[in-house]
């Protein structure tokens, strides 16, 4: 599948970014569901120096709202450490989860949170909200860390732990790519074909004359349909 682990180093080549610095990255629209106000106070309070933050994503629909961000990067005195990259094909987030040494999905509420998942399945470790789908698919201190929302300071502490540990950082990788094994479309669909499987097995066709009942192979038609 297309998010997988990388090699590191020479994704960071192909995208021109320094091999040694420390990396940060956020990625999902510009908008202010995500929170990225609050990764740009937690960056605020790392020390010196400080990793380098890519936020990928947007449009021209939110330069009004990068505009406001790059104000509040200034006034942090962070502006030379953050880089709005700005949209890229999906088919190239691969190369910038496996630059980054963390992703950092900082929103105020998410129901699912591919991103998450998706830099899991390239290995890189994740620190996020605990809100919606991100507290089902982060697991805290195991695969990744979970952060109470609006708080920049526990998500600086947190990215301080990592950023300064590197064994932590593989461990934490290593069990986010077993983690998202549940999420692949091959684990998906055999999941759904044993609960379809239950569900015909537990079928009990209703009495009544010949032609009124609901066969085994009329349900079991019905349910693939509407599982299209």
């Known amino acids: 599948e297309r998010f997988h682990p990388r090699n590191q ?28 106000d ?34 509040l990067a200034e006034e942090l005195g962070i502006g030379e450490d953050v880089t709005f990259v700005g949209p890229v094909p999906h088919e190239e987030l691969p190369a910038y989860y496996s630059a980054a040494d963390v992703t950092v999905v900082p929103s105020y509420y998410e129901s699912f949170g591919l991103v998450a998942v998706e830099s899991m399945a390239c290995g890189t470790p994740v620190v996020a909200s ?20 609006r708080c920049p300071e526990p998500f600086a502490e947190k990215l301080e732990v990592l950023l300064h540990n590197p064994e932590l950082r593989e461990n934490f990788s290593r069990a986010a790519r077993r983690s998202v094994e ?14 379809y499987d239950e569900m015909i097995a537990a079928y009990q066709p209703r009495p009544g004359p010949p032609g009124e009942g609901f066969g085994k192979e009329a349900y079991e038609a019905a349910v693939l349909h509407g599982a299209r």
């Not at 609050?38 to 400080?50: E, F, N, T, V, Y």
């Not at 697991?139 to 929302?149: A, K, S």
């Not at 549940?182 to 759904?192: E, G, N, S």
């Open 9 to 36: 180093a020479a994704d960071r080549a192909a995208l021109s970014l320094d091999l040694d610095r420390p990396l940060l990255l956020a990625v999902g629209r510009l908008e202010r569901l995500k929170g990225l």
């Open 182 to 195: 549940r999420f692949r479309w091959r684990t998906v669909a055999l999941k759904m074909a044993a609960l």
């Open 130 to 149: 605990r809100v919606g789908g991100l507290a089902s698919t982060v697991t805290d201190g195991v695969n990744g860390y979970l952060i109470p929302w």
């Open 38 to 71: 609050i990764l740009l106070g937690a960056l605020s309070q790392l020390d010196a120096p400080r990793p380098r933050l890519l936020i990928v994503g947007g449009g021209p629909e939110s330069d009004d709202y990068r505009s406001e961000l790059e104000s």
